[in-house]
């Protein structure tokens, strides 16, 4: 039995019993053998209870009570994780299955990585999954918020460590109303990189009914834009001269880079701190960093099947 790290994982709900079933089994169907599960409910009133006692031989914790919003609950939870991996999910999104066990493993491979994302994906509301970001947009670097480049990292996909949480002041700031994820981020930043993988790792389930991430998104925004102020305030006074500058590359390369162009995927990483992918490799079965997203289609010599890779593997 390999040597698994453990992995806290803190669900909030209120009033969410249309999607919470759904959202915790998505969890303890992992079947990760080292795992805390934390559920933080705000003393909701629909058939939440019910659900959630239907399952509480899975949680480490639980309780119901009235709280002061989503922050506090989520910080509530936090205060109670033991394990060596961190994150939260909300009571109608999803993970994908066996994502522990490929953060598990991402995590040991590469000891460098103490927060990680993966491929953003969506739900529809009655849960089909949609794959319409790309995996440049799911690149981040604090360079890329410097320059107000700062929607969104799925806070569904992102899973920290337990020593970076502390090293940024292992709380969240619930002063936020909608923010308090962006601003956890952006103390993140200052002392690691958020590295990517193309593994799918969770959802974010859109909604018909009221849906505060959409309702309030102006809200979203003033208090995202205080934060980067903030930021910038403590920068150096060579990286605040050097940012209008890369605020015109982002301008002008960006849209190249999200759109997957070679040349730009070498660049533009470069520029703005973005660390290498890490992704799949199927001949090697394992884990490998490069910045290759797209597979070639390949092309038939003779009787042959030749890929791109195959070619450069007889080159090398």
Same mark, same amino acid.
């Given at each position: ?8 994982? %803190? ?23 080292? &795992? ?17 006692? $239907? ?10 009570? $009235?709280?002061? =919003? ?6 509530? =939870?936090?205060? $109670?994780?033991?394990?060596? !991996?961190?994150? *939260? ?13 490929? %953060? ?10 103490? *927060? ?27 360079? @890329? ?14 899973? *920290?460590? $337990? ?31 958020? +590295? ?6 969770? =959802?974010?389930? +859109?909604?018909?009914?009221?849906? @505060? ?7 979203? &925004? ?16 060579? !990286? ?10 982002? *301008? ?24 290498? &992918? ?6 090697? +079965?394992?884990? %490998? @960093? ?16 030749? +890929?791109?890779?195959? &070619? @450069?593997?007889?080159?090398?």
């Amino acid at each position: 039995m390999k040597n698994y790290p453990k992995i806290s994982i %803190v669900t909030i709900n209120y009033n969410g019993g249309t999607y919470l079933e759904e959202t915790i089994e998505s969890v303890i169907n992992q079947d990760y053998p080292n &795992l805390e599960y934390i559920l933080i409910d705000g003393g909701s009133t629909d058939n939440s209870l019910d659900i959630i006692k $239907k399952y509480q031989s899975h949680f480490s914790y639980w309780e119901s009570s $009235k709280d002061e =919003g989503q922050y506090f609950a989520i910080q509530k =939870g936090f205060q $109670k994780c033991t394990g060596d !991996i961190m994150a *939260w999910i909300s009571s109608d999104d999803k993970y994908l299955p066996k994502a522990f066990f490929v %953060v598990a493993d991402i995590f040991t491979k590469f000891p460098e990585t103490n *927060w990680l994302m993966g491929q953003a994906r969506e739900y529809t509301e009655f849960g089909a999954l949609v794959g319409r970001i790309t995996i440049p947009w799911c690149r981040w670097s604090k360079y @890329r918020y410097y320059t107000n480049d700062f929607q969104f990292i799925q806070q569904e996909s992102c899973f *920290w460590s $337990k020593e970076l949480w502390e090293k940024a002041g292992a709380k969240l700031d619930t002063s936020y109303k909608l923010a308090g994820d962006m601003e956890l981020w952006a103390r993140f930043f200052r002392f690691e990189k958020l +590295h990517t993988t193309t593994f799918e790792l969770a =959802g974010f389930r +859109h909604r018909k009914d009221e849906q @505060r991430s959409k309702d309030f998104l102006h809200i979203y &925004l003033e208090e995202a834009k205080k934060i980067i102020r903030r930021e910038k305030k403590v920068l150096s006074f060579k !990286i605040r001269l050097i940012l209008p500058i890369m605020n015109l590359i982002r *301008w002008f390369l960006g849209p190249f880079f999200f759109f997957d162009s070679l040349l730009i995927n070498k660049i533009y990483p470069f520029l703005f701190g973005i660390p290498t &992918l890490i992704n799949y490799d199927f001949d090697l +079965h394992d884990y %490998v @960093r490069s910045n290759v997203t797209i597979q070639h289609p390949p092309m038939v010599l003779g009787k042959r099947q030749i +890929h791109r890779k195959t &070619l @450069r593997k007889k080159n090398g």
